[in-house]
Nanobody
Framework: QAQLAESGGGLVRPGGSLTVSCTAS????????IAWFRQAPGKGREGVSC????????YYADSVKGRFTTFVDVSKETVYLEMTRLKSEDTADYYC???????????????????WGRGIPVTVSS
């Protein structure tokens, strides 16, 4: 059974850094698009990034561009989201999602991904 599992969330101070991971089981990350989404309290789910594992192209939301970086280690079937210069507005549950193929032009649509993790909380607070 194909599954995704996030790990590494927690509490971090504003301006700090945190890396969360997403590990796949039951399928390989080769030739997949892997996205990170987040959902802040009381808000809808927002696309954070999308990476095409076959060519390495990655797209980021404007709100995180220059602060967040996605890394893929196919040998470990794991995707990492490195978050730096964190702000209170980055507080959210973070989800990874996957689907065969490349990131589409509009990669922020949830229906473009059929495999989802359960999410992990990230809290940015002093």
């Amino acid at each position: 059974q194909a599954q995704l599992a996030e790990s590494g969330g927690g509490l971090v101070r504003p301006g700090g850094s945190l890396t969360v991971s997403c590990t796949a089981s039951g399928f390989t990350l080769d030739y997949e698009r892997i996205a990170w989404f987040r959902q802040a309290p009381g808000k809808g789910r927002e696309g954070v990034s999308c990476t095409s594992t076959s060519d390495g192209n990655t797209y980021y939301a404007d709100s995180v561009k220059g602060r967040f970086t996605t890394f893929v280690d196919v040998s470990k079937e794991t995707v990492y989201l490195e978050m730096t210069r964190l702000k209170s507005e980055d507080t959210a549950d973070y989800y990874c999602a996957a689907e065969p193929g490349f990131c589409p032009p509009i990669w922020t649509l949830e229906h473009e991904y059929s495999k989802w993790g359960r999410g992990i909380p990230v809290t940015v607070s002093s």
